[in-house]
């Protein structure tokens, strides 16, 4: 195959890759195996590894890999009104209309075929058994598990879902920004009614508390997978800043390069360059990335 879905971790012949474009890139992200240099920078192989068609078919398509029940041959029945496998379309007239023949697509098939089973395999997910859910997410974010934080992510768990359990990490990086902003400004006071509205609300997702777990393989498959990669906290800081205050460099390289915001500033009027400077981890590679 000459053709990959970065985020799904899938290889994909020519013509899938146009079916995959069309779903969207928060369905799937493609890019060419030989001319996308870029896409494999980092740990995107690594993840490869780790994920691979064989991984996300077990994910989802689970549930036809578990029925036997209404199999003939290479296809199964299936009632769409149950979401069930059937013996046999031997039903009442109502129920036959909902019963429809699931087979994968093979190469010489019709595109609008492939198109099909594409769109329920990824986009429905109709053949996963479960949901993925945030608390299982986070589990396998804290103990680097790539295949467990990608099978959450598969099947429904969201990368930019808040993780109110980290708020010791939201308390820690706001110990941190209130030194670098009494370094730099000499003061560091939150306004009033800001200070009232960010009460209860913690707003860190998992790309922020990565900050804490430092693997740039599950920060960079959560890139792939996250609604807004400079999500802020209750404080207006950034994933970036968190790896910034937390000082890891590579982190931070990591977030900038798949587009993190440069400019933004936090409740202190403090950017994620300030906060390099006050913290004094401002390499010269970190410095001119934070600049450009």
């Known amino acids: 195959p000459d053709w990959a879905s970065l985020n799904l971790t899938v290889t994909l012949c020519i013509e899938c890759s146009g079916t995959h474009r069309k779903l969207g890139v928060h369905i799937s992200k493609v ?47 299936w009632n769409a009104e149950d979401d069930e496998a059937v013996d046999s379309p031997d039903l009442s007239r109502a129920r036959a209309m909902s019963v429809e023949r699931i087979r994968k697509p093979h190469p010489n098939d019709p595109l609008l075929t492939k ?38 992510l598969l099947t429904g768990a969201s990368a930019s879902s808040p993780c109110a359990a980290f708020a010791s990490i939201l ?80 982190g931070a390289k990591l977030l900038l390069k798949r587009g993190a915001a440069r400019g933004t500033t936090d409740v202190y009027d403090l950017t994620a360059l300030e906060m390099a400077m006050a913290g004094g981890c401002l390499t010269n590679e970190l410095a001119e990335l934070l600049c450009n």
């Open 115 to 152: 198109e099909v089973f594409i769109r329920k395999k990824y986009v429905d997910r109709s053949w996963v058994v479960g949901s993925g859910s945030t608390e299982a997410l986070l589990k396998s974010v804290a103990s680097s598990d790539i295949r467990g934080i990608l099978e959450s």
């Open 31 to 77: 890019r060419s195996i030989t001319l996308d240099d870029n896409a494999w920078e980092g740990g995107i192989l690594d993840i490869f590894k780790m994920g691979g068609n064989d991984f996300v078919n077990s994910v989802l398509e689970k549930r036809l890999q578990m029925e036997e029940k209404g199999k003939k041959g290479d296809e199964w029945l």
């Open 171 to 250: 308390e820690a990086r706001e110990k941190q920004a209130h030194v670098a902003a009494m370094a730099i400004q000499g003061k560091a006071v939150i306004p009033k009614e800001l200070a009232m509205r960010m009460e209860g609300d913690v707003g860190i997702t998992a790309l922020h508390i990565m900050s804490d777990f430092k693997d740039v393989n599950v920060l960079d498959l959560l890139t792939l997978y996250s609604s807004d990669i400079n999500a802020r906290d209750a404080y207006g800081r950034t994933p970036l800043m968190y790896c910034i205050l937390a000082r890891w460099e590579e």
